[in-house]
């Protein structure tokens, strides 16, 4: 079996694009592939490739098959030949500009198997202000919300604490947090984006391997967010107290629930409060998560295998260690 592994950073997908790449988008990805492509690499009867971008040649080589690319024409070519002749396609991409749908629409047109969610779902997902609104619809607790066009933001002085952030962001690039009574007549919005409520609490992230038998929540684990107010991920911890576990795992059950025929990993991130009643979903990434890289050191069982098997339509039996855990964005354990 045949599994082209695409994460778009590493993978050539800033090829003739004139957008800087953050420091921070590049170890994550890095994290997230290298640890995707050493799992599926230890499969039996499974041959993993991934693409590379020649300007990155510092990295350690992964153990898979490696495509080199070195331009912007042949990035195209080789993601298309690989999508189209491997039997599973997973794709790691920022939702940022469409990157992510665009993959994934692209995977789909060339005749490959997405493992991971359809277009339709990461074109909702993908989007903060369409995700809120399909959630709130769906009768779960978002943040109280609105989306905001480019220009001046005409709100005022804002009546407590509130996050504006871009409606396609990822990795909490560009987001910021606005202040009790801050004027924001000279906040200028550079690109859609959703103003929003903040909702105090512990920041938990739920991964779920899903497929067609049903959806295998993964343990949640704390986020570990910047305290200057863009709230940048800094990795993660686990186990959560068992309550506080319960809960989030309920609630990312219900919020995946909202979509059907979902596969693959899907992240969602939440904020749990004092009580059980004013826990919120805030987004669901439509993807591989950072906190993989976490949760694949928690336990001997073979994430990746059972991803994959999950989408198969199986159900893995996996256990998970109770000492505590951490690890930093870019997935080193500390």
Request: proline letters at 7%.
């Amino acid at each position: 079996m045949r599994i082209f592994l695409y994460e778009f950073i590493t993978g050539g997908g800033m090829f003739g694009s004139d957008e800087p790449v953050t420091a921070s988008l590049l170890r994550e990805g890095r994290a997230m592939i290298a640890a995707l492509a050493e799992d599926f690499a230890a499969i039996e009867g499974v041959t993993a490739i991934t693409m590379r971008d020649a300007r990155l040649e510092e990295f350690a080589p992964l153990p898979v098959e490696s495509h080199r690319v070195d331009r912007v024409a042949q990035h195209g070519e080789v993601f298309r030949d690989l999508a189209a002749t491997s039997d599973w396609t997973i794709v790691i991409a920022p939702e940022i500009s469409g990157k992510l749908l665009e993959c994934c629409e692209t995977v789909v047109a060339v005749g490959g198997r997405l493992l991971g969610p359809r277009a339709s779902i990461v074109e909702v997902a993908s989007d903060k202000h369409l995700t809120a609104e399909h959630l709130r619809k769906a009768g779960l607790t978002v943040p109280e919300g609105r989306a905001i066009e480019p220009g001046e933001l005409p709100v005022g002085a804002l009546p407590g604490h509130h996050v504006l952030k871009p409606r396609d962001g990822a990795g909490s690039q560009g987001l910021r947090t606005l202040y009790p009574g801050q004027p924001t007549s000279n906040i200028r919005v550079e690109v859609p984006s959703r103003l929003e409520r903040l909702i105090e609490g512990q920041a938990v992230s739920v991964a779920l391997l899903c497929g067609p038998a049903g959806h295998l929540a993964l343990p949640p684990c704390r986020q570990r967010l910047s305290s200057d107010g863009t709230y940048c991920y800094r990795g993660g911890s686990l186990p959560l107290p068992p309550d506080l576990a319960c809960r989030a795992t309920r609630l990312a059950k219900r919020a995946i629930a909202t979509f059907s025929g979902v596969l693959g990993y899907v992240g969602i991130d939440l904020i749990l409060s004092d009580e059980e009643d004013g826990d919120a979903v805030i987004e669901i990434n439509p993807r591989l998560t950072t906190s993989y890289v976490g949760l694949r050191a928690a336990t001997d069982d073979n994430l990746a295998e059972a991803m994959w098997q999950v989408a198969e339509g199986q159900t893995p039996a996996l256990s998970f260690r109770a000492e505590p855990l951490k690890f930093t964005a870019d997935g080193i354990m500390n």
